[in-house]
């Protein structure tokens, strides 16, 4: 019944930038953490970017200083931005989300079905 709904994936060339949104919907208390994954042809699924419930971020040492994380709370949605973006960033991205839900205590992880970025050489 949790929905995790991303958009703003698509083609760009290098050195162009992207902006990823993330909408959560259901019966949210609260809100852990929210992050995107992402996953290249090829290899494992790895953490691109992370926002705790303080407004603590985490990045992946490949995308520090390009790739910067938001949250709004009350939207329920987390952004990623993404700048100078390179080839080797091509890859589904996943939104993640850690949170608990009205009548169920502790929290849970949810994930959402990605969206593909492309970045052209």
């Known amino acids: 019944q949790v929905q995790l709904v991303e958009s703003g994936g698509g083609l760009v060339q290098a050195g162009g930038s992207l902006r990823l949104s993330c909408v959560a919907s259901g019966r949210i208390f609260s809100i852990n953490t929210m992050g995107w994954y992402r996953q290249a042809p090829g290899k494992q699924r790895e953490l691109a970017a992370q926002i705790t419930s303080g407004s603590t971020t985490n990045y992946a040492d490949s995308v520090k200083g390009r790739f910067t994380i938001t949250r709004d709370n009350a939207k329920n949605t987390v952004a990623l931005q993404m700048n100078n973006l390179k080839p080797e960033d091509t890859a589904v991205y996943y939104c993640?989300?850690?949170?608990?839900?009205?009548?169920?205590?502790?929290?849970?992880?949810?994930w959402g079905q990605g969206t593909q970025v492309t970045v052209s050489s």
């Open positions: 993640h989300m850690v949170a608990s839900l009205y009548g169920t205590p502790g929290n849970y992880a949810y």
